[in-house]
């Protein structure tokens, strides 16, 4: 079955960098684009970015342009998003998550089981 | 970027009540509208993708309904899973959330 496996919880003080990783399984990784979204404690839903595993183009919000970076391994199906200059503020599970399907503009029906980054000094 | 606005921000309702949900959008997005359930501590669930196609699984309680900028949710009869937080999602350029709707119960 499709599933996205993301790595563990991580720790950083502010002004580091942080890199979570999304292991995709279940489908051919380079048909269906993949989504970042982040969730601060308490607080909504956060649209990061969207990567096309198949060339790697990426498109990010404006919020995270310069701050954000995503890539892919297509050798080990993995997705990476790496967030610099961190702060208190980017405290937030971060999630992975397609359309299973190739249509990506129609939602996000397969979901990581979410990473929790937590800044603090 | 995209502006969605979701009302209202919490709603408390019964079982079996019929419940709307309001996205709007800051301008046009066609029909690039979804709708999320989320529960405490999971992941956001798709319910309604293309502003009224039912995720596959989804209960037929649930429907969506809009275009251009004015959009619905709409629970058709309460059922106690149905307490969540639902959050509405352009995909029309880029991504952007609304900021969400808390349903309690009454």
């Known amino acids: 079955q499709v599933q996205l496996v993301q790595s563990g919880a991580e720790v950083k003080k502010p002004g580091a960098s942080v890199k979570v990783s999304c292991k995709a399984s279940?489908?051919?990784?380079?048909?269906?684009?993949m989504h970042w979204v982040r969730q601060a404690p308490g607080q909504g839903l956060e649209w990061m970015g969207i990567?096309?595993?198949?060339?790697?183009?990426?498109s990010y919000a404006q919020k995270f342009q310069g701050r954000v970076t995503m890539t892919r391994d297509t050798s080990t199906s993995t997705v990476y998003m790496e967030l610099s200059s961190l702060r208190s503020e980017d405290t937030a599970v971060y999630y992975c998550?397609?359309?299973?399907?190739?249509?990506?503009?129609?939602?996000?029906?397969?979901w990581g089981q979410g990473t929790t980054v937590t800044v603090s000094s | 970027d995209i502006q969605m606005t979701q009302s209202p921000s919490s709603l408390s309702a019964s079982v079996g009540d019929r419940v709307t949900i309001t996205c709007r959008a800051s301008?046009?997005?066609?029909?690039?509208l979804n709708w999320y359930q989320q529960k405490p501590g999971k992941a956001p669930k798709l319910l309604i993708y293309?502003?009224?196609s039912l995720q596959s699984g989804v209960p037929s309680r649930f429907s969506g309904s809009g275009s251009g900028t004015d959009f619905t949710l709409t629970i058709s009869s309460l059922q106690p899973e149905d307490f969540a937080t639902y959050y509405c999602?352009?995909?029309?350029?880029?991504?952007?959330f609304g900021q969400g709707t808390k349903l309690e119960i009454k």
């Open positions: 998550a397609i359309k299973d399907s190739p249509y990506y503009y129609y939602g996000m029906d397969v």
């Open positions: 279940g489908y051919t990784f380079t048909s269906y684009y």
């Open positions: 990567i096309n595993p198949s060339g790697g183009s990426t």
């Open positions: 301008q046009s997005i066609s029909s690039y």
């Open positions: 293309a502003a009224s």
């Open positions: 999602q352009q995909s029309y350029t880029r991504n952007t």
